[in-house]
Each structure stands twice: as C-alpha cells, then as structure tokens.
C-alpha cells in the first residue's frame, strides 16, 4: 500500500504497525474502543479479538485510510471493524486487505460496521488483492441514517481460492447508495450476496455487479433489494465467461412491500465476442494482451 506508514490504521498479520490519529478523528483497535466506549458495546456481540475502530467527529480533507495485510504462512486474521461518520460530515475512505505473497495460506476474515448519521457522506473504496491459496470473507453493514449517501466499490482483480463476501445495507429515509462489486475471478470459488434493504421513504438505491471467471472459476452472486417503503431500486448484474472450464450464477432478487415502490433489475452473462480479439489482435496484440484490455475495460464502473 502506497504511502503505508501515514495510514490511520495499519496491520500486518496480527500486529498493529501504526495508528494515526488525527483532528476530529479517534482511530482505536477495536477491544480498546470496546472498553472504552459504552455505546461501542451496544454495537459489537462480544469484545473484539482484533480490528480497528475509525470515529469521524470532524470534517477532514483527505481520505481515511486502513491497511490490513497477511505476511506470514497460515495466518488467521478474525477482524472486528467499526467506521461511524457524524452527521453532515463528507469522508472518503481507502480500505485495502492484502496477502504480501502468493502462496501463505493464510485466511482473512472481517466483520465490520459503517454508521452513516444523519446527512454524512461516505465514499468507501474497499480493495481486496490475494494469495491463489487464501480465504477470505468479509461481512460488512452499512447504516444510512436519514438524508446520508453512500458510494461503495468494492474491487477485487487478484481473489483468494475462495471467497465469501457478505454485504447489507440498511437504508433510512432519504438516503441514497450506489454499491459497486468488482471481482476478476483466477482458479477460484467466488460467493457473493449483496441485499440492500431500502427502508426508510425516498431513499434509493442502485447496486451494480460486474463478474469475470477465469481458470476453472465458480462464480454464484445474489443480489437482492427489499422494498419497505416508497423506494426506488435498481439491481445490474454482468458477468463475462472467459473460457469453457468457468461458470458463473446470477441470482436477482426484487421483494417488494410496498405498492408504489419501483424496483428494477436487469442480469447477462456472456463471453468475449470473437470480432472484439480479432480487432485487437490485427493491432498487434498477443490474445493474452487482447484477453487483459477487454477484462478490464469490462471491470470499470460507467
């Protein structure tokens, strides 16, 4: 991670490498939070084992930043994650987990809590990048109080040999998310389930899914939006089949509650269309090269 040591939060394996606190902003591991804070308590089942506790008080003019990292063979990183935003306040934040090496087994996982307050803004981007023999699952929730927006992208274009990814968002009136999953499967089991529960009236939502299977990958994604008020919801799921030994599931789920929400969805799995390497490849490109350019051009939310 770029500019590592000016994180606010940087672990390696279980050892926490530096915290930076900042004006207007606690940065705790989370067991100290936990102790600390009596309301911290209300939000977490039992004392964190490990994790890191981000509380924005203040309006700042950079990103947040947290770095989490396996280094060591067969680590078992168990993280418990708290994020809250006060009201009115707009942050953006950088979370990057990582494996150092390709091969260290290790496994990855994290429970974590965004807490938007009223009118806060959170723009959250959330890069994965993994050893092929690692698991990973991170389970994540986000709260959007009253008139809060939310931009979450999560990307992943180097995935462990197996993934669980859980994410939930709970959608109070007014609010607003635009949820982006980004994942380039290698050799690798890929499950994924999104639901954003649109709760409170006017709020809205769009959750966009965008899947490559590569290498014998296994891909099954379901995405779901429950309508519980006057809402607007909209799922967009792609995948991309980039050759014969890969499979991908996409499952879309609209529940509606209420009469006049309005919630679409629209799903397509395809495959490299044959003109498009036959166009690259008469400018010079190898197929590898041509397979890379259209796989991340397919990769990038419009």
């Known amino acids: 991670m770029k500019n590592v040591k000016s994180a606010n939060y940087w672990q390696i394996d279980h050892k926490i490498k530096n915290i930076l606190g900042i004006e207007g902003v606690v940065v705790l591991p989370s067991a100290e939070a936990w102790q ?35 280094a060591s063979p067969k680590i ?11 009201k009115g306040l707009r942050i953006k934040a950088n979370i990057t987990c990582n494996a150092a090496e390709n091969n260290l087994y290790g496994s990855h996982k994290a429970k974590g809590k965004m807490i938007l307050k009223e009118g806060a803004s959170l723009e959250y981007s959330h ?6 023999k690692d698991f990973v699952s991170p389970d994540y929730e986000f709260i959007l109080e009253k008139d809060s927006k939310l931009v979450y992208t999560y990307k992943n274009l180097l995935p462990p040999e197996n993934l669980i990814l859980k994410t939930t968002i709970y959608s109070g009136k007014n609010s607003s998310s635009n949820i982006n999953f980004l994942v380039n499967a290698i050799n690798s089991k890929i499950r994924i389930q999104d639901t954003l ?17 590569r290498k014998k990958s296994d891909i099954e994604a379901i995405s779901e939006i429950v309508a519980k008020n006057i809402v607007k919801g909209h799922l967009d799921c792609q995948g ?5 030994d890969s499979k991908i599931s996409l499952a879309p789920k609209l529940l509606c509650q209420n009469k006049n929400a309005q919630l679409t969805h629209e799903a397509s799995i395809g495959r490299i269309a044959e003109e498009q390497l036959i ?23 419009k």
């Open 127 to 132: 890069f994965h990048q993994w050893g092929e």
């Open 240 to 244: 991309l089949l980039v050759d014969k």
């Open 76 to 86: 078992s990183q168990n993280l418990t994650n708290l994020l809250v935003i006060e």
């Open 36 to 70: 600390k804070f009596k309301w911290v308590k209300s939000l977490f089942k039992e004392k964190p084992k490990e994790g890191y506790f981000l509380w924005v008080k203040k309006q700042i003019s950079f990103p947040l930043t947290t770095c989490i990292t396996i």
């Open 279 to 301: 166009y690259l490849r008469m400018r010079g490109l190898t197929q590898d090269e041509a397979i890379k350019l259209i796989v991340t051009g397919f990769l990038e939310i």
């Open 197 to 213: 529960i649109l709760e409170g009236g006017n709020s809205q939502g769009i959750v966009k899914l965008r899947l490559v299977a």
